[in-house]
């Protein structure tokens, strides 16, 4: 069935630096991909989405590429601040399927 | 804020007890989704609603059940419940009812179930 891996974490960067966090994913078909993120206590909140093959996401300063010829979605960002400390969910959805499929999480924690 | 309201924000039982959550959709959302987040399974998907009707089933138990009301709230009821049901259960809606581009869900703030 569909899944998404991204890398374990925790991640711990200083301020400025850059951000990267892995995601692969398997799917049958063309899914959308999403890029969530949960800050300490509260619910997921939808970071950046593509919805098709090459597709560039990008919110706040993050960038996700759709790479379909490595099915990936790495999250991307060139300079980190503390308040960026969350953890951060990568997550399919299929064209015939209501739901998300979540990757594990990664925990970044950033130092001022 | 998402839109997405859920109740209770935190709730504590005892084994072999059963409990309600609740969970009211932003203004204009059709489905409905229930996840649980736990440390060792992640966020895995239990069920979705649309428009009052089973769209979808995941990973739910047959101990778990839900439903969607003519108003669009609904209701994940946990019976039997045991040690392993302690997770943060979350509620999502969405306007259609698929993942597509054109149907983000969005999350609320979850209700924290204790069982001890």
């Known amino acids: 069935g569909d899944s998404v891996t991204q890398m374990e974490g925790p991640v711990t960067l200083s301020e400025e630096a850059f951000l990267t966090i892995n995601c692969t994913y398997t799917a049958t078909g063309y899914p959308s991909l999403f890029w969530y993120v949960q800050y300490p206590g509260e619910g997921l909140q939808l970071l950046l989405k593509a919805t098709k093959a090459d597709d560039k996401g990008s919110n706040k300063g993050f960038e996700a590429t759709y790479r379909k010829e490595t099915t990936s979605f790495h999250l991307e960002k060139g300079s980190v601040q503390v308040s960026d400390s969350a953890v951060y969910f990568c997550a399919l959805g299929g064209r015939s399927q209501g739901n998300l499929i979540f990757g594990k999480g990664t925990k970044l924690s950033v130092k001022p | 804020d998402s839109g997405v309201t859920q109740t209770p924000k935190h709730l504590i039982t005892a084994t072999g007890q059963r409990v309600t959550l609740r969970c009211s959709p932003r203004?204009?959302?059709?489905?409905v989704y229930w996840y649980q987040q736990s440390l060792d399974q992640g966020l895995q998907f239990l069920i979705q609603?649309?428009?009052?009707?089973?769209?979808a089933k995941g990973n739910i138990l047959e101990r778990f059940s839900a439903q969607q009301f003519p108003d669009l709230h609904s209701e994940l009821n946990l019976s039997s419940l045991e040690l392993g049901d302690s997770a943060l259960y979350f509620c999502a809606s969405s306007e259609g009812g698929s993942a597509g581009v054109i149907n983000e869900q969005f999350f609320g703030p979850g209700t924290r179930l204790t069982v001890l």
């Open positions: 609603y649309y428009n009052g009707e089973e769209r």
């Open positions: 203004s204009g959302d059709l489905s």
